[in-house]
C-alpha cells in the first residue's frame, strides 16, 4: 500500500502562484508514474497533468498548459504542482494520485491523496 498526503493548498489572488506537494509513504520501493487531478463543486474530477516514474515525460490538460508544472524528486518521494498565474477557474479540491492504467482517466488511478483545496480570488 502507498499512502499520498498533498500539502500546500490555501487561498490565492488571480495571478498569484501555489505550489502543491504530494508525499509518498508506504511501499515505497516502487516509484510509480503519478498524477494530479481536481474537482470543483459540482463538476466530475479531472485529469490536470501526470509525470512518468522518471520525470522524462509529462502531459498536461490544455487548461494549464503553460501555467503550471510537475516536478518531481524521488530521492524524497515527493511530486509537486507548481501553479502560476493562476485563474478564479482554477479553483478546486485537487488531489494526486499514484499508479494508473491509464494516465488521463481518474478510474485507472490505484492511490489517491485526501485532496487539499485551492482557491483563486478574482
Known amino acids: 500500500q502507498v499512502q499520498l498526503v498533498e500539502s500546500g493548498g490555501g487561498l490565492v489572488q488571480a495571478g498569484g502562484s501555489l505550489r502543491l506537494s504530494c508525499a509518498a509513504s508506504?511501499?515505497?520501493?516502487?516509484?510509480?508514474?503519478m498524477g494530479w487531478f481536481r474537482q470543483a463543486p459540482g463538476k466530475e474530477r479531472e485529469f490536470v497533468t501526470y509525470?512518468?516514474?522518471?520525470?522524462?515525460?509529462?502531459y498536461y490538460a490544455d487548461s494549464v498548459k503553460g501555467r503550471f508544472t510537475i516536478p518531481r524528486d524521488n530521492a524524497k518521494y515527493t511530486v509537486f504542482l507548481q501553479m502560476n498565474s493562476l485563474k478564479p477557474e482554477d479553483t478546486a479540491v485537487y488531489y494526486c494520485?499514484?499508479?494508473?492504467?491509464?494516465?488521463?482517466?481518474?478510474?485507472?488511478?490505484?492511490?489517491w491523496g485526501q485532496g487539499t483545496q485551492v482557491t483563486v480570488s478574482s
Open positions: 508506504g511501499r515505497t520501493s516502487n516509484t510509480y508514474p
Open positions: 509525470i512518468s516514474r522518471s520525470g522524462a515525460n509529462t
Open positions: 494520485a499514484a499508479d494508473p492504467r491509464s494516465l488521463y482517466s481518474y478510474t485507472s488511478y490505484n492511490y
